[in-house]
């Protein structure tokens, strides 16, 4: 009943956080736990004390001041500078650009929202298609939850209780190979379908888009020194990056005005709010997993199936893509990694970095699949096409991610020789 | 005429909210910024991450609130975008009808917890409420604000209210009609 409450209301278009609100007190009425009600409320606030969750509207508003301070317009340009000549060009931009930018702004879905707005029409006027430029943008998008300082990585720290920092030194050379497949994907289809071409920059412009871009580079800098070196918790540097990005887009660049803080912090406490939110309907969801002793049900099942952690993690990986489509990115790792940590840990002897890193790839994933993929729709609306059309030209991309990911799951050096 | 009356106040208490939760958003920076700062100085100011953690709580349910009004919340709308214009419409004043019916849920569970009768029947005396009720929601410190956590914890019924007046207002205002921030 709880369940058919649940799937009903989730594909009813009810919001997200008030599904699994709703869902935990069906299953509270008829487990007969009504003293739990008396606590509901509370619990639902509690959800959000906590310090990690800081870093999200923190990070938001750096992406926010970058946008809006010219920095994502001339960290685009230095990309130009690289691959703006090759055939397809302009692919290649957006992808570097967005490997860029998922250094700096660490939530998916807000990099889709931001770079798809800057992207799409510039790649369209070039004579891409629309719906394929949406999705190489959504693809890039991709790259946020491993390239550091990712919001998942972040709050999959705060809830297994290891180093923030070594979680983003985990997820650097995953990252890398991610892109460097997406390069090998745009390349094949570059071969099949006639990419427009762009131009090269002359030296002198070409020097001044790299010097111009410079100061932008500061911020990715900024975050993960501090946060690597000690100096900051990611919470901090998420702060200082925030700063930072005001001052450049202000006295360096000279496009952000300090009246336009306002609307900046609108849109910030909207969008992060978003997010915030389901962290705490998930938390009254939690009591559902916690008295159903899901956690333990699944380990005596999985456990009686393989000993092989690879084997398990393929598992795991068939589990979350599923449970990534359903759910949005984030309310799903809060969800799902008190249930498979302990087994990923207590029975198969992985480590929890390499466990993080490919749960963080996997629900990434689900978050551009459908039907719920939260990044997929964002793509669609920020750039007015159908989600079916970015669909027809993503799956290569997705399909790049899931070999990666294989990868990461079968050699745990990929994510853990960083760390020694 | 009512649904418009009461679309405006919905309108205003909305646009009333995303301000204080802009406002609440500067607030957590600077207090973030306050600590590096000062720790930097070897003088930690012991309140300020506490300090931050709730101006982000309020900030959550303040907006979380708004976004009903705004329709900005996350839903999963692939099997509503198949349905016809009519369809669709019917569909989405259902949406609003579970909105108002977990806001209400949610204005009877703040009511349950606060229990703002028996306090009143205590005379508004904490201790005898407690003795009463075995609620001890009156009594809870914060760990560092140095006041009481119900203050805090205001924001749950303010967000039920705020959520009700919203839901409602949908529901007898078309959809379509509500304009952005």
Redesign the interface.
């Known amino acids: 009943m709880t369940a058919a409450l649940f799937l009903v ?10 599904v699994l ?2 869902t935990a ?1 069906s299953y509270i009425s008829q487990s007969g736990n009504a003293v739990l ?6 619990q ?2 509690a959800g ?4 990690g ?2 870093a999200i ?2 990070f938001m ?1 750096t992406g926010e001041l970058m946008n809006e301070g010219g920095m994502t317009k001339r960290l685009v340009n230095a990309a130009r500078v690289l691959v703006g000549g090759f055939r397809g060009g302009l692919v290649w931009i957006n992808l570097l650009a967005n490997m860029f930018m998922a250094a700096i702004i660490g939530s998916a879905v807000s990099q889709i929202a931001v770079m798809s707005r800057a992207m799409v029409p510039a790649m369209e006027r070039e004579g891409y298609d629309r719906g394929f430029a949406a999705a190489t943008t959504a693809a890039g998008g991709l790259l946020a939850p491993v390239i550091p300082p990712s919001m998942l990585f972040v709050i999959y720290g705060v809830l297994a209780q290891i180093p923030i920092g070594d979680m983003f030194l985990a997820g650097i050379l995953p990252g890398l190979l991610m892109a460097g497949s997406f390069f090998v994907v745009v390349t094949l289809i570059g071969l099949a379908a006639e990419f427009p071409k762009g131009d090269w920059m002359s030296a002198p412009d070409a020097l001044r888009a790299i010097l111009a871009a410079l100061p932008a580079a500061l911020i990715p800098v900024a975050i993960i020194g501090g946060i690597v070196l000690g100096i ?1 918790t990611p ?2 540097s ?3 990056a ?2 930072i990005a005001f001052l450049l887009g202000w006295l360096v660049y000279g496009e952000l005005k300090p009246s336009h ?2 609307a900046l ?2 849109r ?3 969008n ?3 997010v ?3 962290v ?1 309907a998930a938390n009254v969801f939690g009591w559902v997993v916690i008295y159903e002793a899901i956690p333990q049900k699944l380990a005596a099942l999985i456990t009686s199936l393989t000993s092989d952690p690879f084997v398990f993690l393929l598992i795991v990986m068939g589990a979350l893509l599923l449970v990534g489509m ?1 759910i ?1 990115g984030i309310a799903a790792l809060i969800l799902v990694t008190p249930i498979l940590l302990p087994i990923a840990t207590g029975d198969y002897g992985i480590s929890p970095f390499q466990f993080g890193v490919v749960i963080s790839i996997n629900l990434a994933l689900g978050l551009l699949t ?3 993929g ?1 990044g997929l ?1 964002i793509a669609a609306s920020m750039s007015d096409v159908k ?1 079916t059309a970015i669909l027809a030209a993503l799956w290569p991309f997705l399909i790049a991610v899931l070999l990666v990911l294989l990868a990461v799951c079968y050699f745990p050096s990929l994510s853990l020789i960083l760390l020694d | 005429m009512r649904g418009r009356v009461l679309h405006r106040i919905s309108h205003a208490w909305a646009r009333a909210e995303m301000c204080v939760a802009a406002v609440l958003a500067a607030a957590i920076t600077c207090l973030v910024l306050l600590n590096v700062v000062t720790r930097a100085m070897s003088a930690s100011i012991f309140w300020v991450d506490e300090a931050a953690i709730y101006a982000m709580t309020w900030m959550t349910f303040l907006a979380a609130s708004a976004a009903v009004h705004f329709s900005h919340s996350v839903s999963v709308t692939l099997l509503t975008d198949m349905l016809p214009r009519p369809a669709l419409d019917i569909a989405r004043r259902v949406v609003d009808a579970i909105v108002l019916i977990f806001a209400l849920l949610m204005l009877w569970l703040c009511w349950r917890w606060f229990l703002p009768l028996d306090l009143a029947r205590a005379g508004f005396d904490s201790v005898a409420f407690q003795g009463e009720t075995f609620n001890f929601i009156y009594a809870e410190p914060t760990l560092t604000l140095g006041i009481r956590k119900f203050w805090l914890w205001l924001i749950m019924p303010l967000f039920a209210a705020g959520l009700t007046l919203h839901a409602v207002s949908n529901l007898v205002h078309p959809r379509s009609e509500t304009a952005a921030p």
Request: aromatic share 14%; no cysteine; hydrophobic share 60%.
């Open positions: 209301l989730l594909f009813g278009a009810v919001p997200i956080s008030i609100a709703m007190m009600f008396d606590s509901f409320a509370q639902m606030f959000t004390e906590n310090y969750l800081l509207p923190l508003l900051a919470t901090e998420a702060a200082v925030s700063l803080l306002s912090f609108l910030t406490a909207q992060a709010s978003l915030i939110f389901m705490a359903l949005d459908p039907p719920v939260v729709y989600p």
